[in-house]
């Protein structure tokens, strides 16, 4: 199943609204980058975020789901109205994200 733009527009909505966060859209869902390193993304109308130190520090409860058959699981993101929170969760996670990795021209 597909993510709904509208689903998307929801999540970034609810994001630090300083051009910060991209998305890119792949297969039917979203790639959610901050600040160019990938956070996470929506899949199936879900937010997952990447499994950092951060992360499971902030949502200790969160369940991990794996975003498609066969990939490491991610942790789902419940509290998606809270944008303080948010914004608290992403400048945690971006130390703690693999640098991006260099486009080949």
Do not use: C, W
């Not at 109205?81 to 969760?89: A, G, S, T």
Request: charged share 35%; no cysteine.
């Amino acid at each position: 199943m597909a993510s709904g733009r509208d689903y998307l527009e929801y999540i970034l909505e609810q994001l630090p609204e300083t051009g910060e966060v991209t998305f890119r859209p792949m297969m039917g869902e979203f790639i959610i980058y901050f600040r160019e390193k990938v956070i996470g993304g929506i899949y199936d109308d879900r937010f997952l975020i990447k499994p950092t130190e951060s992360s499971k520090r902030l949502l200790p409860n969160a369940p991990l789901e794996a975003p498609y058959e066969g990939a490491r699981e991610m942790l789902l993101v419940e509290e998606t109205d809270n944008r303080e929170f948010l914004k608290e969760l992403l400048e945690a996670m971006y130390p703690e994200l693999p640098a991006p990795k260099k486009k080949h021209r």
